[in-house]
């Protein structure tokens, strides 16, 4: 049994972020010891996040609060966070010699817009332990300057590379020079008895449609406009940004758990999120996809993967109860399209730390 780091957003109160994590965590505690680095860094856009918060009405507040309480909590009984808290890169070399092996990733832990160019998510600090990426990403297919100098810098030292997006693997073997897999993310190393079961999901035999969007726009407004006719259940929306969809019954206050028992007992899915997509897939549910206005590459990937690639309701398509029937995925198909993907990475994860 080894003792791993693992350098990922656990404590961002993000249903995607604290959930691949958890995946990591589960999937490794079977045969290792498993902690996380608490390293800081000053997320970009910090300051206009508290003014919108100040924008807030009280009860948006309290929901707000609500959300990190029980964020918190589930990190407290499921994630185990190291004591010593990384402040940027200046504190790295108090854990260089901590661990067995450490872990970079899952998430966007090479986009440096999000992280503010903390390197410490390329383990540049680790000198004379193994160093393994598990489905990291840049988010992007643009990768910018420092993300280049950092990657050619840092990630020859690796023992193991997998990223979670197939441009990102064509870059770094193309420029780099770099042996490259892709993987799953770590949600996927998860099977959905096993999500279930952790989780204590009970069916409630609720009938509605969920809507969690990261973007409002005239798209998802026709589709909703079409599923209400072709669907006689109510809707349920959650906003995963800023903008809000007008109209519709918003929940609000919930935690990991809250988002995983939403998906699970949701009749149908309608979202332009990864990991909402990547939960009703993992749940069996039927699902529509539609385009993010700029972000698509990671929900393009999965789609691809799971032979799904033309099923993303376009920003310009004429939206029609023909076209939602022609582009609803069926998850249990898509979750088989992945099966030997998700076998290929507990392999790779095995392989690399022994």
């Given at each position: ?99 067995d092996c450490y872990i970079v990733g899952s998430d966007q832990v090479w986009n440096t817009d999000i992280t503010n160019k903390t390197r410490a998510f390329f383990l540049d600090f680790v ?228």
């Open positions: 049994m080894k003792k791993i780091g693992i350098a990922t957003f656990c404590k961002a109160n993000n249903y995607g972020a604290v959930l691949q994590a958890y995946g990591l965590s589960q999937y490794l505690k079977k045969e290792n010891e498993v902690e996380f680095l608490d390293i800081e860094f000053n997320p970009k856009g910090k300051k206009s996040q508290e003014e919108n918060m100040k924008k807030n009405s009280i009860f948006q507040k309290i929901n707000g609060k609500i959300k990190k309480i029980k964020f918190e909590q589930f990190r407290k009984e499921n994630l185990i966070i190291s004591d010593e808290t990384i402040h940027g890169d200046k504190d790295c070399n108090k854990i260089q010699d901590k661990y000198i004379n332990k193994p160093k393994i990426a598990y489905a990291a990403s840049y988010g992007r297919e643009n990768i910018n300057e420092t993300e280049k100098k950092w990657s050619e810098e840092y990630l020859n030292s690796f023992k193991a590379i997998s990223v979670r997006e197939k441009q990102s693997a064509t870059y770094l073997k193309q420029q780099l020079n770099l042996n490259v897999n892709v993987v799953c993310d770590p949600v996927f190393l998860l099977d959905k008895d096993e999500w279930i079961n952790k989780n204590n999901l009970k069916n409630k035999n609720k009938s509605y449609i969920l809507v969690y969007y990261m973007e409002s726009n005239s798209t998802l407004e026709s589709i909703i406009s079409n599923v209400k006719k072709m669907y006689n259940c109510p809707i349920i929306a959650i906003k995963g940004g800023i903008q809000e969809l007008k109209g519709f019954k918003h929940v609000e206050g919930m935690g990991p758990k809250d988002f995983l028992d939403i998906v699970y007992n949701a009749k149908l899915v309608i979202t332009n999120s990864f990991h909402a997509l990547a939960f009703s897939i993992i749940f069996n549910k039927k699902v529509i996809v539609f385009e993010h206005s700029k972000w698509n590459l990671r929900i393009s990937n999965l789609l691809e993967l799971t032979d799904n690639n033309e099923k993303i309701v376009k920003l310009k398509d004429n939206v029609n109860e023909k076209l939602l029937n022609e582009k609803t995925i069926y998850g249990e198909k898509a979750y088989n399209e992945l099966a030997s993907l998700i076998e290929e990475s507990k392999q790779f994860l095995k392989e690399s730390i022994n």
